[in-house]
């Protein structure tokens, strides 16, 4: 029987509402599991595969997440590669599928070292190229002092990003949609979550009371995510964070190709069934 490590935040011991369903799901098609936060533990290789879930404590320490991930690809498969996670734990990846064709939030990049720009929109963002759950993330409007904001972010090494407050997310709102094993499989709506003027927070709190529900997969959004999947390098699965432009064409607002949380309990078990099955092909290619 292949047995698959599911892999969670270090000290984390279960999948919230993604396990009920995952679980089930694995146990269908005769797959044991295992729940493993990141970092030190079991002997990796005693695994067929190691499919990480929900790590977004990585943030607070991204060089010691992919030192681990790299001990382990070492040793056995890893979903996602090492080359996606290396990629996709920093927000720098948007300049790569913007060059794609990939249409992507309109983003002015700070660097460490580079002078502040003149922001040019009413209402815009910044935010750090390496988050979870709007982590130092924050609105302003045009004018306001951003500095200290911007040079906190770069202090970690990490890129500034400033955006324009995308309007159309109160209204509208945000969609993900999952894409498991190249297939389109379910999709959520998402308030936002930026609606106001708020200091930077360190902790990922803005994002615990966001709104999420289920939501039907829109074709021209379905289409969009799996253009973006095409434009990554070879993905497992992935969650393609999506608003509409000015002009009611969904743009990027990140490819979720690292720790996607599932929002299983708001999709039909045919979504679990798709990842589980996911997986099995995987180990089996
Ligand atoms: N340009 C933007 N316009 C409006 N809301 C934004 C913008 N950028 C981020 N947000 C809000 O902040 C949340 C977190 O930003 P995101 O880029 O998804 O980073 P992460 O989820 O990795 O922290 C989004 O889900 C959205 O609600
Ligand atoms: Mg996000």
Redesign the pocket.
Same mark, same amino acid.
């Given at each position: 029987m292949a047995r698959v490590a599911l892999v969670v935040n270090r000290d984390a011991t279960d999948l919230h509402n993604d396990g009920p369903p995952l679980l089930d799901a694995f146990e269908r098609l005769g797959i044991d599991t295992d729940i493993v936060g990141w970092g030190s533990g079991p002997d990796w290789a005693g695994f067929d595969g190691v499919v990480i879930r929900n790590s977004w404590d990585y943030i607070f320490d991204r060089d010691a997440f992919l030192d681990w991930a790299g001990e382990v690809a070492a040793v056995t498969r890893l979903a996602n590669s090492l080359e996606v996670l290396r990629w996709n734990t920093d /927000?720098r990846y948007l300049r790569d599928l913007e060059a794609s064709g990939v249409p992507i =939030?309109p983003t002015v990049w700070i660097e460490p070292g580079d002078d502040l720009p003149g922001v040019v929109w009413d209402e815009f =963002?910044v /935010?750090p190229s390496v988050?979870?759950?709007?982590?130092f993330?924050a609105?302003y409007s045009r004018g306001a002092e951003i500095s200290g904001h911007v040079r906190q972010i770069n202090a970690g090494g990490a890129a500034a990003m400033v955006?324009?407050? =995308?309007g159309s997310?109160e209204d509208v709102g945000?969609r993900g949609t999952y894409v498991f094993g190249g297939r389109v499989s379910h999709a959520i709506a /998402?308030a936002?979550?930026?609606s106001s003027v708020r200091a930077p927070m360190e902790d990922l709190s803005?994002?615990s009371h966001?709104l999420v529900s289920g939501t039907t997969v829109e074709p021209r959004v379905s289409d969009f995510a799996l253009q973006v999947v095409e434009s990554a390098p070879p993905l497992l699965y992935c969650r393609v964070?999506t =608003?509409m432009g000015d002009d009611g064409e969904p743009i990027l607002?990140?490819l979720?190709a690292t720790e996607p949380f599932l929002f299983l309990e708001h999709a039909t078990s045919a979504a679990a069934d798709l990842f589980a099955a996911s997986v099995r092909d995987w180990l089996a290619s």
């Open positions: /927000k =939030v =963002v /935010k988050s979870a759950g709007a982590r993330s609105r955006q324009p407050y =995308v997310i945000e /998402k936002a979550v930026l803005a994002s966001q964070d =608003v607002m990140e979720e």
